[in-house]
């Protein structure tokens, strides 16, 4: 027997409202596809607290063992891990001794491989994610900073410069890290 999901309005909604204040405040607008992949993603993990809990390279390698649903559903799983790893809980991955870079490039090949794998439209729909991540994972970022940083101000300093993030390089200038102000006029330029 499969699983029955049983969609709550209000919580969609709310989720909804959420990602675009995070648009708003970042100052970029996903397409509708983008918006609610993300918002569904939200909801599909934010009860879960088995996050970031496996090896995800090792479920990435043996995924390419399973049948075609099967590998895709489970590599869908670990880019959408990696995605709120980064986003939200960036701090996790320094207590693996990870870089917040290893969860993006990681996230970013799951969803390239599905692309590559899939039908016409879906195939679209993750190869967009794929290149979109670090703009999905600033908009989480953002969501983070509602409540408190997601980074401290090196590491954040560091996932600016391993993967040019705004939101990385905002939350090292909004903590007092001296900043060059080239740097900054490159945040308010995008």
Not at 17 to 24: F, G, H, I, K
Not at 28 to 57: G, I, P, W
Not at 61 to 73: D, K, M, W
Not at 109 to 123: D, E, F, L, M, R
């Amino acid at each position: 027997m499969g699983k029955r999901f049983i969609l709550d309005s209000s919580e969609i909604s709310q989720w909804h409202t959420l990602v675009r204040e995070a648009e708003r405040d970042y100052g970029c607008q996903l397409d509708e596809d983008m918006q609610s992949y993300l918002v569904f993603t939200l909801m599909r993990f934010a009860k879960n607290h088995q996050l970031n809990s496996r090896a995800l390279a090792l479920d990435y390698l043996t995924s390419h063992q399973l049948p075609n649903n099967l590998r895709n559903e489970q590599l869908r799983d670990i880019g959408d891990q990696c995605l709120l790893v980064s986003g939200l809980y960036p701090q996790s991955a320094e207590k693996r001794q990870v870089s917040a870079a290893y969860y993006i490039d990681l996230g970013r090949s799951a969803y390239h491989h599905i692309s590559t794998v899939t039908q016409q439209g879906i195939a679209e729909l993750y190869q967009h994610l794929a290149e979109s991540f670090i703009l999905l994972m600033d908009l989480l970022q953002t969501i983070r900073q509602y409540s408190t940083p997601a980074l401290q101000p090196l590491s954040a300093f560091e996932l600016w410069d391993q993967t040019g993030s705004r939101a990385a390089l905002q939350q090292v200038s909004d903590s007092g890290f001296p900043v060059h102000p080239n740097l900054l006029h490159n945040i308010n330029k995008h």
